[in-house]
């Protein structure tokens, strides 16, 4: 039976196979649409996500193929992150074209896509005796070039067609369906590799053995623990190969440590894995550089972070604590706690408003209704604007005193109002304005029928409280 004109000799690909494990399918794709003599295209459409091989695989097969018939096929890779504009892109094409063929020849300027055309046809002549020889044009990453034109892919799939010797191949993430707009390139789709094949591919390279410990049990070990590290931090923390890599490069010191130390044994996976849950539960575990670096900045950042006290004038501040008690307390309340009409005099609050106003003083009476969730800790309530301006009314005089504060509301409250709005401490959920928090103008919609809730929470208003010698805890209704 006579050989397939297809078929590759063995051991053309059998070193590039044995690097790159399972991939096998889309290494003898490409080299069957690669290789000059057996079934040579114009464009080719490499497509997967990132960290499957794609680059380095055909990178190594062109090397490959250009070894086994030198004066049959020549290559060049553009990879489009190195290059910050389609200009930049079109010269260091022509450059490393150039190159390749070893013409000696400086490139000139190429600032369009009908310059490069020009100056790839040129460099690209073939004599008519060499019509079986291929020039493999590679566009690393073109989906992501910056500053490109929207007619480059298709022109670059058309170079072929003026350049009959020419096979462009684009490694691109995802494809369009329409991506050369010409009809039906053939893809090669490299897809993300699956726990076996991790495992399979991890497995090749096994660490030294571990004292006390067979090859064949440290390689055992080595299978069992990469499942496992894949299992905990592949959705997470490792989605790659090369980070899946790192990960089991930095956990297994860690995971056989008891087996160095002689109190475990590395066939008693079970035990060692219990040991260890802790690493495949932290992520930071991974990158304790990182971590400790963000702790010190996390933590002078706080020590840095501007407090609202400090940023707000005293009545921006009053509005958000009157704003802070209308969404916590129930409407009912506002009398009681309020009103100096009911209370009678001017004294501060404690243990809760309601408790503290009942007749008999002790409060035992409203204890059994007490809501089991403290107030502060539950969500903030809708409010209207005009009863948040009554609370604040009715508490500046007692917070301030009679002499410093002018009770009323003016021009300073509308102000203050519409700084809290844009600054989203306060948000408009509903009324006239269609929900917006800031009219067109700057300024908040003021209308006394709409609705609000506070933006802020318990730690926040408590600190704006303190800074106005304010509890807000004796005014809220527990």
């Known amino acids: 039976m006579a050989a397939s004109i297809f078929k590759l000799p063995d051991d053309l690909l059998a070193s590039l196979i044995t690097s790159y494990p399972c991939r096998d399918a889309q290494v003898n794709a490409l080299a069957t649409l690669l290789h000059p003599r057996i079934a040579p295209c114009r464009n080719v459409v490499v497509h997967g996500t990132e960290a499957t091989g794609k680059s380095a695989i055909i990178g190594e097969l062109l090397q490959v193929l250009r070894n086994d018939s030198p004066s049959d096929l020549n290559y060049a890779i553009v990879k489009s992150a190195e290059c910050v504009t389609a200009r930049h892109l079109f010269e260091r094409t022509v450059g490393l074209v150039g190159d390749a063929l070893q013409n000696g020849s400086a490139p000139g300027r ?22 079986q020889s291929r020039f493999v044009l590679v566009f690393d990453g073109i989906d992501r070039q910056r500053d490109a034109p929207p007619t480059l892919l298709p022109a670059l799939a058309r170079l072929s067609e003026i350049i009959p010797n020419l096979t462009t191949i684009f490694v691109v993430t995802t494809p369009a369906p329409s991506l050369l707009r010409i009809s039906s390139p053939p893809h090669v789709h490299f897809p993300p590799y699956t726990k076996a094949q991790y495992i399979t591919i991890l497995s090749q390279t096994p660490p030294p053995s571990l004292p006390n410990t067979t090859e064949q049990e440290t390689a055992d070990l080595w299978a069992r623990f990469t499942a496992a590290v894949h299992d905990s931090l592949t959705r997470l923390a490792a989605r790659t190969l090369p980070r899946l890599k790192h990960a089991c490069a930095s956990l297994w010191p860690r995971f056989t440590a008891p087996v160095a130390a002689g109190t475990h ?3 008693e996976f079970s035990k060692l894995l219990i040991a260890a849950r802790g690493y495949f539960q932290d992520e930071n575990v991974l990158e304790p550089g990182i971590q400790r670096s963000s702790t010190k900045n996390g933590a002078s950042e706080k020590k840095k972070s501007p407090d609202l006290s400090t940023l707000l004038p005293p009545t921006a501040r009053y509005l958000l604590i009157a704003a802070y008690l209308a969404s916590h307390n129930a409407p009912r309340h506002d009398n009681t706690l309020f009103s100096t009409w009911h209370t009678g005099a001017k004294r501060r609050r404690r243990g809760g408003g309601v408790a503290a106003a009942t007749p008999n003083g002790t409060g035992r009476g409203r204890r059994a209704k007490h809501r089991r969730i403290a107030r502060k800790l539950l969500g903030p309530g809708v409010f ?3 009863r948040m301006v009554a609370i604040y009314v009715a508490t500046k005089q007692e917070w301030v005193g009679a002499d410093d504060a002018k009770v009323g509301v003016d021009g300073d409250v509308g102000m203050a109002i519409a700084t809290l709005a844009s ?5 408009r959920v509903g009324g006239g304005a269609a929900g917006a928090a800031v009219g067109a103008g700057g300024g908040a919609d ?3 029928g709409g609705k609000w809730r506070v933006n802020v929470g318990w730690e926040v208003i408590r600190a704006v409280g303190r800074s106005m010698g304010v509890e807000v805890e004796e005014w809220l209704v527990e």
């Not at 600054?423 to 948000?427: E, G, P, T």
Request: hydrophobic share 50%; net charge positive.
């Open 384 to 386: 209207v604007l005009e």
């Open 110 to 131: 190429c600032e369009t896509l009908a310059a490069l055309t020009a100056e790839l046809s040129k460099l690209l002549k073939y004599a008519e005796r060499d019509a």
């Open 265 to 267: 044994k590395a066939r």
């Open 423 to 427: 600054l989203r401490l306060l948000v």
């Open 446 to 448: 003021l209308d006394r």
